[in-house]
């Protein structure tokens, strides 16, 4: 037995202990935190259904291929390796859309390629953007996102120039 398995257990018994101490009805506390969150999770589930749809009408329509052929010339140019540009399209919103198609980069270029280094970068640097904003901002009930949106996507477009920089200056090509 490792102290791992222990964790689960003794914060179990350390809330029940905590309660007991404080008289605290754990039992109530814990049902109206549950029942607080079946309620968020009613209120946040058609923005989420709503985005998955798309997604997938998304991916498969062909227009990610399309985008992707179709900025094929442009990744070349700033260097920028071009098997890449879908998983980029993806990622802003679908992490395992995203990581799916890390998978077949990975597979066909190698991991410790260009493309397989600049891939796992951009999975560990950018955010699924449009996932992200759906939950949280339909949680709190905001209708109008303002800057959100396009001061996320600045910021995934930053990880993508940066990722393809610092693996160029790492792998020196």
């Known amino acids: 037995m ?7 257990p003794v ?13 605290v009805d754990v039992f109530s506390v814990f ?14 589930l058609p923005a989420l259904i709503l985005l998955l749809i798309s997604v997938g009408m998304f991916q498969a329509s062909g227009a990610v291929e399309l985008l992707t052929e ?5 990744c070349n140019a700033v260097g920028f390796p071009p098997e ?33 280094r600049v891939a796992a970068v951009l999975l560990g640097s950018s955010e699924t953007t449009f996932y992200t904003v759906a939950v949280y901002f339909s949680a709190i009930k905001i209708r ?10 600045t910021a995934d477009c930053t990880a993508w120039l940066v990722c393809g ?9």
């Open 11 to 23: 914060l179990f018994a350390g809330i029940l202990i905590c309660g007991f101490v404080r008289k």
């Open 31 to 44: 049902c109206s935190g549950a029942s607080e969150g079946l309620k968020t999770t009613a209120e946040i």
């Open 70 to 74: 179709l900025l094929a010339p442009v």
């Open 144 to 153: 109008k996102t303002r800057y959100a949106i396009p001061a996320a996507l």
């Open 2 to 8: 490792q102290i791992t398995d222990l964790i689960i």
């Open 84 to 116: 890449c540009m879908q998983m980029a399209l993806l990622r802003p919103f679908s992490g395992s859309g995203a990581i799916a198609v890390y998978d077949g980069i990975a597979s066909e270029c190698g991991v410790d390629s260009f493309a397989g």
């Open 165 to 173: 920089l610092a693996v160029s200056l790492i792998l020196g090509t």
